[in-house]
């Protein structure tokens, strides 16, 4: 599975974006997707996970949870990341992931196999 993220920028404080991974290779529909982040010189670490059937679990960081939402859709073999209510501190390489194949969300990196390029989101105050 190649994974392609995009949708980053500089945005404003309180501002919101979307941002995409677009999946390529074997079925897209058999994998659990993550968002992780990573802030310049911090490890990364868990945003947000979706199970790989629609309709099912998807779990977020508490740091972003009710500011941020993770959605698939399999017929576009895209995971989306709409962020709202941007802060600061939300400022960060943001990388899409999928995982071995067992299709349920997780939080642990390690859970997870293929990873995108990155996307560098960055929020002014």
């Known amino acids: 599975v190649q994974l392609q993220a995009s949708g980053g920028g500089l945005v404003q404080a309180g501002d919101s974006l979307r941002l995409s991974c677009a999946a390529s290779?074997?079925?897209?529909?058999?994998?659990?997707m993550g968002w992780f982040r990573q802030a310049p010189g911090k490890e990364r670490k868990f945003v947000a996970s979706?199970?790989?059937?629609?309709?099912?679990?998807?779990y977020y960081a508490d740091s972003v949870k009710g500011r941020f939402t993770i959605s698939r859709d399999n017929a576009k073999n895209t995971v989306y990341l709409q962020m709202n209510s941007l802060k600061p501190e939300d400022t960060a390489v943001y990388y899409c992931?999928?995982?071995?194949?067992?299709?349920?969300?997780?939080?642990?990196?390690?859970?997870?196999?293929?990873w995108g390029q990155g996307t560098l989101v960055t929020v002014s105050s």
């Open positions: 290779g074997r079925a897209f529909s058999n994998y659990a």
């Open positions: 992931a999928a995982d071995y194949g067992k299709g349920n969300p997780t939080i642990s990196a390690g859970d997870y196999f293929y």
């Open positions: 979706i199970s790989s059937w629609t309709g099912g679990a998807s």
